[in-house]
Antibody, heavy 119, light 109 residues
Framework: EVQVVESGGGLVQPGGSLRLSCAASGFTFSSYSMNWVRQAPGKGLEWVSYISSSSTTIYYADSVKGRFTISRDNAKNSLSLQMNSLRAEDTAVYYC????????????WGQGTLVTVSS | QTVVTQEPSLTVSPGGTVTLTCASS?????????PNWFQQKPGQAPRALIYSTTYKHSWTPARFSGSLLGGKAALTLSGVQPEDEAEYYC?????????FGGGTKLTVL
């Protein structure tokens, strides 16, 4: 069974940092690209970042570019999102999603981890 | 900034048919945007329904179908069930970035 499980969320002050993790199981992690998607409380979905299977291609949304860094460890079946210079508007549930083979679609989603940026 | 637009809300009767649409501020939506559709119920993570315009996942009920309609991506629900009441999001690919629509709240009444 394909599973992706996020962790690392919590309360952080504006300007602070947080690192999210996503543990993958039930599939050959090293063969799939991955994404982070977020959802602010009561709002819609926002794509955050993409990383290809071998980490050779990385993309970021303009809203996080220069502040967030996506990475992966294929040996540990793990995806990460390092978030620096956090702002109140980064408050959201962050979802780890798998990109289906053939690209361009997000098939499996985790349950999400809540990040709250507040003083 | 690219904007993807969906109907904010729609209402459908049980057993009826409803079509949700997804428009791009850049012009007509084509298959090159690889339209995706997702369903999200309160307190749950989104669930993928449709990808690459028309393709269903193994878990997608047969009553859901995707298409291109009048320059937009479309999601049609035929024979709507009460459990289809949810928020629906489309997603379009713009060559290195993805943009979600604002979502359509579907009420089954």
């Amino acid at each position: 069974e394909v599973q992706v499980v996020e962790s690392g969320g919590g309360l952080v002050q504006p300007g602070g940092s947080l690192r999210l993790s996503c543990a993958a199981s039930g599939f050959t992690f090293s063969s799939y690209s991955m994404n982070w998607v977020r959802q602010a409380p009561g709002k819609g979905l926002e794509w955050v970042s993409y990383i290809s299977s071998s980490s050779t291609t990385i993309y970021y949304a303009d809203s996080v570019k220069g502040r967030f860094t996506i990475s992966r460890d294929n040996a540990k079946n793990s995806l990460s999102l390092q978030m620096n210079s956090l702002r109140a508007e980064d408050t959201a549930v962050y979802y780890c999603t798998r990109v289906g083979l053939g690209a361009y679609h997000f098939d499996y989603w985790g349950q999400g981890t809540l990040v709250t940026v507040s003083s | 900034q690219t904007v993807v637009t969906q109907e904010p809300s729609l209402t459908v009767s049980p057993g009826g048919t409803v079509t949700l649409t997804c428009a791009s501020s850049t012009g007509a939506v084509t298959s090159s945007y690889y339209p995706n559709w997702f369903q999200q119920k309160p307190g749950q993570a989104p669930r993928a329904l449709i990808y690459s315009t028309t393709y269903k996942h193994s878990w997608t009920p047969a009553r859901f179908s995707g298409s291109l309609l009048g320059g937009k991506a479309a999601l049609t629900l035929s024979g709507v069930q009460p459990e289809d009441e949810a928020e629906y999001y489309c997603l379009l690919y713009y060559g290195g970035t993805w943009v979600f629509g604002g979502g359509t709240k579907l009420t089954v009444l």
